[in-house]
């Protein structure tokens, strides 16, 4: 049994995130959490984050507090969780592109946060992302309650190790997902409009230019097998696409869809011209070929 030293007190993401990754890297059954800030009890800790003014990763510590604490290239600080994940996160995600994953999309803003950096300007709409300040916020003992901080602290390591389990997962189906489109891509002699026997992202073709949409099945509670179309977006996240339905099929459905269409089994255009959907892979072809 393994000693994980983390601060005691109130808590965030990235001391919260950094004992979830342990958890994964050594096994959650193999490792005590305390938390202190009693500076004899820290030295006697396995490992230490968060708290100890020492980051060395051959003794086990990784707090961030002190002076000459590392920096990335991008020049975001690292926070108790990106400095674990970067030593542990390949293993505990299974592959480099997956850690690496991990380490843009959650490491990254956590450790930003952490640090004051701020990532985002706030638009004219005056609304503010949730991020998962605010989630992991929402673990703290609510006032008036019996919770202790450490129970509410290891309620909230549970949710960041499956949160970061969930999200592993993903990624690594998304390493599959990207060598399939990128044989399909290569096998198809007509690339403007791609078909697939399996559900895909039209955000993966972003990449390449002479893919204007995609075609693939999914399964419909009431329907059953159904085929989509989605045109591809100009960017990444973007709703600019290359290419539209045509504007008289904007927010149809069924018989209308069906009459002004010409498509026999025409099931739904969305009303910002991106999404068709037929019950027949023929009915979805002949949809992604008349966008334009």
Not at 223 to 231: H, S, T
Not at 243 to 269: T, Y
């Amino acid at each position: 049994m393994q000693t994980v030293i983390t601060h005691s007190g109130s808590f965030h993401p990235d001391d919260v995130f950094a004992v979830a990754t342990l958890q994964l890297h050594l096994g959650k059954e193999n490792i005590r959490v305390i938390r202190t800030r009693d500076e004899e009890t820290i030295l006697q800790g396995d490992w230490v984050v968060d708290v100890g003014g020492v980051y060395d990763e051959s003794l086990q510590r990784f707090d961030h507090h002190q002076n000459g604490a590392p920096v990335r290239a991008n020049g975001i600080p690292y926070a108790a969780f990106g400095l674990v994940w970067k030593h542990f996160g390949e293993k505990v995600a299974g592959s480099k592109e997956a850690a690496d994953s991990i380490e843009e999309r959650i490491a990254q803003q956590i450790d930003a946060g952490d640090n004051g950096v701020t990532l985002y300007d706030i638009n004219d709409h005056k609304v503010s992302p949730y991020e998962l300040y605010n989630v992991v916020g929402t673990f703290r003992p609510v006032w008036g309650s019996d919770t202790t901080d450490d129970e509410a602290f290891l309620q909230a390591v549970d949710f960041a190790r499956e949160l970061l389990v969930r999200t592993i997962a993903h990624s690594q189906a998304s390493e599959q997902i990207k060598a399939m489109v990128q044989a399909g891509y290569e096998a198809a002699e007509e690339k403007s409009v791609l078909v697939f026997e399996e559900n895909v992202d039209r955000n993966m073709f972003v990449k390449f230019p002479d893919v204007n949409a995609i075609v693939y099945p999914s399964d419909d509670k009431e329907r059953g097998r159904v085929w989509k179309v989605g045109v591809v977006p100009k960017s990444y996240n973007s709703f600019d696409d290359k290419v539209k339905f045509p504007a008289s099929w904007a927010g149809l459905r069924d018989e209308e869809l069906q009459r002004v269409s010409g498509i026999p089994d025409a099931i739904f255009c969305h009303k910002a011209s991106w999404r068709f959907v037929a019950k027949s892979r023929e009915g979805a072809i002949s949809a992604a070929n008349q966008a334009s």
